[in-house]
């Protein structure tokens, strides 16, 4: 196969990108969001919906597929793309994320060494060990069109000593994931930077993994419960750190807004769980901001989310009628604003491509704000 | 609008008969299956997916349909058919068998007299009042193509004295059903054919009914709990009490296997909640029979439910991924799950009004039956 690779199209004054990321499953036209697949489903759709309403790649969550069903059973079952039959690419993370998440939550459920890190599951507390050649042996067995490197994502706040240190364990495991990989295998490797919110240590981790060599570059370590000024003080200088010829890929985030501001400080890709679980709790997401389809007002307003909206979902049902359906707790009501948001989200993005190629990506941001009543942070 | 009214297009040596019934919203082809849109929706699926499946008349709940949103909300908003987008045919129940489950399961909670009946709301515990006069009002309201009178459905088993007073209960509200009616909305009404198991009592029944007129004729008080040969019994001479030129109607049944004996008994419409709710418990219906998706062995089949089915489900997704999803809780597999059942029981319905065209239904049942192994009763 083919080597992933990414072209660079055009560059708006504003500094937003426009570019386009080849993969062995089709490329993929930046900046772009992708929705979360956790287990194999972007949650209530299937592949063809998400095929319909305009998905160019999803994310699958390593340590998710890892756990259930196995991705040795993936494996045997042709790869990820088969087992769900999405046929266009598909990122993974490296099950470090969720990990650590678990370790916030639980007292001694995880345990990091220069080794690896030990785990208990979620599901039935057994103990695992996830190492950076292990993470990509599983994403290799999952078949996904990105890999990301195994990382510490450390908590917020941290003392600058513990993340100094960690981000130099997390550049230790990035030389060891570039080394498991398999290079003929044709999927990409991301480096994850860290180094929370110091600059200079940001400036550190990006020039070790930058002189290692990855086929494109994530911001993590962000959306982790800092102050939102905290993160666009970072990316106000982290991106300028990573090079320019290659995609920069923002973990976890995130708001309508939030897109918007991370495109003009020059990042490619997004992923965040925020339209579909939002979806799921009746908020829906539209140009003029969030609304909440469980309020009374709502209860006999016979127009759709978003008159201007093209979803199946605004084109078909009434607020009344997506009202009724969530009051009844009806499973056809979440897919329906499932596909609302997740389209929503898609929109915005192919706006901002278009935008950016016709170098008035400025004027779109003012427009945005203009419109839109921004989610509190 | 033109009255709605049914042609009988063929008679199966067998007894089977193939028919047409025209309806404001379009004709359906009979014998048919309805699936039950409780509370505006079939559970999981939207008025797209019904479409796509090939649902040809759907059913809603009038008792849900009036606790919540309310008929007169619906009927602000253009209808049932508007509300929930579906532009073709409706058959709504009067309410009265719900009312009536109710009472089986909370003592006190309804109350029968000549007037109608009270009852409590599953929701909150409010009192409400439901009659002949007022089921027919809300029916309007909700704009339906068929209709059904209020009826009382009995218990079983029921004394014969008991039975004997109700269905005259029932011949009364039948014609005040039809006094309430206006002749001019162009929706169609069905009388409900009582008396239990006792063939005299049937026929009492029915000639009452007929008496009077209605645009079709309905079989009710069977599968509420009786052995199922009481209910063949009733079947082996209960369609010859009813006009042949009117559309014969068996409610709340049933079991694949069920169906293609009622047609063979000359029955044309059914319902039942079955293929939907089974498909939320996994359990998925085929040519061979049932398969329950949760079972172990399924973990890595990577064919089909069926290889022979035409379905969404069927077409893109393995018996390995529903299993996967299914234990994920994933509300993706649930209405995969649902789609490939509900196509199951129209492409049933499908092929043995094409038997019947045929003349070959009994063929067909045999082969049937040499194929399906029958869920228990």
């Known amino acids: 196969m083919n080597s992933p690779f990414f072209e660079l199209l055009h560059t708006d004054p504003s500094g937003a990108r426009r570019g386009r990321f080849h993969t062995p499953h089709g490329s993929v036209e930046t900046p772009i969001f992708m929705p979360v697949g956790t287990a194999a489903s972007v949650k209530t759709l299937t592949s063809a919906d998400l095929k319909a ?3 160019q790649i999803i994310l699958g969550n390593t340590y998710h597929l890892y756990l259930r069903p196995g991705h040795a059973l ?5 790869g990820l793309h088969a087992f769900m039959n999405w046929q266009a690419p598909i990122l993974t993370d490296s099950g470090g994320y969720q990990v650590f998440s678990l370790g916030a939550n639980q007292a001694n459920a995880v345990r ?3 080794e690896g890190v030990t785990f208990r599951s979620h599901l039935d507390g057994s103990s695992h060990f996830l190492s950076p050649e292990i993470a990509i042996q599983i994403q290799e067995a999952l078949g996904s069109d990105i890999m990301m490197q195994l990382d510490e994502c450390p908590p917020y706040p941290a003392e ?11 550049l230790r495991w990035a030389r060891r994931s570039l080394t498991a990989r398999n290079p003929t295998s044709g999927q990409a490797l991301f480096g994850i930077v860290q180094g929370g919110m110091e600059a200079d240590l940001r400036q550190e981790s990006a020039a070790g993994l930058v002189a290692m060599g990855f086929d494109g570059y994530a911001l993590g370590g962000l959306s982790v419960g800092e102050p939102k000024e905290k993160m666009w003080e970072v990316l106000s200088y982290a991106p300028a750190l990573l090079p320019s010829q290659q995609p920069r890929y923002l973990m976890g985030v995130g708001k309508p807004d939030d897109l918007v501001r991370a495109v003009a400080a020059g990042m490619d890709m997004f992923d965040c769980v925020l339209p579909t679980r939002n979806a799921r ?6 140009r003029h901001g969030p609304m909440n389809i469980k309020q009374a007002r709502f209860r006999e307003e016979n127009e759709p989310i978003d008159s201007a909206c093209l979803c199946e979902c605004c084109q078909n049902y009434s607020r009344a009628y997506l009202h009724h359906l969530f009051r009844n707790k009806e499973i056809s009501g979440l897919r329906l ?19 950016i190629q016709q170098d008035r990506f400025l004027a779109f941001q003012n427009d945005f704000f203009n419109h839109f009543s921004c989610l509190p942070d």
Chains 1, 2 share one sequence.
Request: a positive charge; glycine letters at 6%; proline letters at 0%.
């Open 281 to 286: 709790n009746g908020q829906l997401l539209t």
């Open 112 to 114: 990091i060494r220069e």
């Open 337 to 355: 604003m499932t596909l609302h948001n997740v389209h929503y989200y898609l929109e915005l993005m192919a706006s901002m491509r278009e935008a």
């Open 74 to 78: 993936i494996a045997r079952l042709g």
């Open 160 to 170: 600058r000593a513990y993340l100094a240190q960690s981000l130099q364990l997390s």
């Open 53 to 55: 309403v305009g998905a």
